[in-house]
């Protein structure tokens, strides 16, 4: 037989919307290092794979394109979710098919484990069926897991259809009287709205999650065990999954396989997030010399724009306030800020000493880590969380879906490192004027910083050599590449 076929081939399924593909590649870099034996093969539709910074060639780390699930000449609606719904129908065929064609590439070495987004809870049969270990990554808080985890005892617990008078009451109660580990300021409405209800794809998918997610092999996430700690404790040793790992913040150990390929000088391990780390607005240079903690950088990650009224508020407060700000808006969305506001802040004059620098992309991690950045304006994604505790950088949160509103309520109410927009919108240009005063120019702002950089030194020490996240990236190195059964 060939020795060949004792090598443990990996499969890596992606859930290619949001910034989901990214992290999970990144852990399976760290793996493929970490493992030069074994081989890695990744999945996900081609825009996702083009999207991504794969090592060059002759690593053992190859890409294979899934089908997307969008029809010929389809039209979209321009609703978020609608592409996540269709791929959603492709699966699981679409994977399956494409494992099976990266079995045959590699000379037939069968699989020995199947890695993949924990949304892909289809892949714990699929595992099951040729008895190899299934290992979920979650890409969001171990926290969002756990509520998800708990979704069946949260319905049961709210009721069916809670008319408005109950959801308003129910809406301030605290879920620790109910759900075991969540910390105690998370109220009912800082819940995902999937955990609560939905008959779409997407919370469909989600809620057969938090049934399948108990067969897999280890459960791993991109937190660390300090940042929640009695989420983590309940995760690892209430036997609802056979292993949990967080092995984060990836940000902080990110490898980069073609060392020739980027230049580091610029960064010591941390590059963002797998996506080529590019600068071409100038973005650090123009940060170059700004007062310490000054700075305002503003993101909404990749999957959301604010609506018009609330692109006006923010920009409206930060013209009153005065402070320098980077804000990163795709050009699809440029055309609703408000009128003139580009030419007023001097964006549009490549001048170093403008108030403001609108780009289309920035160098996130790079930003978060600068000295002059004193706030993140940010949705609450989970990747902006991790990267703004890893730079030391309080936050303001405007969430809008999904785990988001979870993540801004442990940013502002558990770890106390950001300050909440009164009535939540930014359409209301005094309450961003004051958050973002508080932060950036009040003693509170200061307790908040000196929070998120304790944080910061836990995380730093969470990647370190006898650090928990190294420890639990040992343990699953040891799962995912352990050898194929004969
Ligand atoms: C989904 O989140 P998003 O993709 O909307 O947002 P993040 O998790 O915050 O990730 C955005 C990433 O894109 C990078 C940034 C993050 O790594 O550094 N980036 C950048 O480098 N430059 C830019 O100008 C803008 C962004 C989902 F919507 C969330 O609810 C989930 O929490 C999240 C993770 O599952 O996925």
Known sequence: RDHHHHHPHVVVAAFPHGSHAAPLLSLTRRLAAAAPNATFSFFSTSKS????????????????DVDDGVPPNHVFSGHPL???ELFIKATPHNFTKAFQEAVSRNNNNKISCIMSDAFFWFLAEVAADINVPWVPLWTAASTSLSLHFYTDLIRQ??????????TGEMEEALLMSFVPGVPSALRLQDIPAEVIG????????????????????AVTVNSFDHLEPSVTQHLKYSNLFPTFLPVGPFNLIDIDMNNNARDNSSTDSSTSNNLVAHDPDGCLHWLAGREPASVAYISFGTVMTPPPPELAGL??????????????????????LPQGFLERIGSTSDHDRSQGKVVSWAPQVELLSHEAVGVFVSHGGWNSVMESVSGGVPLICRPFLGDQRTNARL????????????????????????????VLKSEEGKVMRDKIKSLKEQ????????GTSTKNFSQLLKIVTSPPSQ
Do not use: C, Q
Not at 49 to 64: D, V
Not at 157 to 166: E, N
Not at 459 to 466: C, F, G, M, T
């Open 49 to 64: 794979n083009a999207s991504l910074n794969f090592p060059a060639a002759a690593t053992n780390i190859t890409p294979y």
């Open 82 to 84: 609608e592409p996540v």
């Open 157 to 166: 617990t709210i009721g069916p259809a809670p008319d408005d008078a109950a």
């Open 198 to 217: 939905g008959d779409h794809a997407f919370p469909a998918m989600l809620h057969k999650m938090s049934h399948f997610i108990a067969r897999a092999t």
């Open 315 to 336: 920009a409206e407060a930060l013209e009153a306030i005065g402070a320098p700000f980077i804000w990163s808006i795709p050009d699809r969305a440029k055309h609703n």
């Open 411 to 438: 940013v502002s109410h558990v770890w106390g490192i950001g300050a909440d927009i009164k009535d939540g919108r930014l359409s209301n240009k005094e309450g961003v004027m004051e958050a973002l005063e508080r």
């Open 459 to 466: 995380a730093k020490k969470a990647v370190s050599p006898d």
